[in-house]
């Protein structure tokens, strides 16, 4: 079984019979379990915060793992 990072934005829709728009980004074989974020968020919440028009907060500490660069 191979893991998979799918980089993703949700992003409000108008003039559609739809609330929200999910645009997939990227997606690449995850090397590990769980790949570095700026944080964690649930589905369902990240939707509502998008329904509402707001962000989830990002993690910026230093001791957090930083996100993978991609070239």
Known sequence: MTL???????DKVSGLPVDLHLRVRSAYPC?????DTFGQVRFRHLVTLRCEGRHPPKRHDRNRRRPKVLP
């Open 4 to 10: 998979f990072a799918v980089v993703f934005t949700l």
């Open 31 to 35: 090397d590990r379990k769980v790949p």
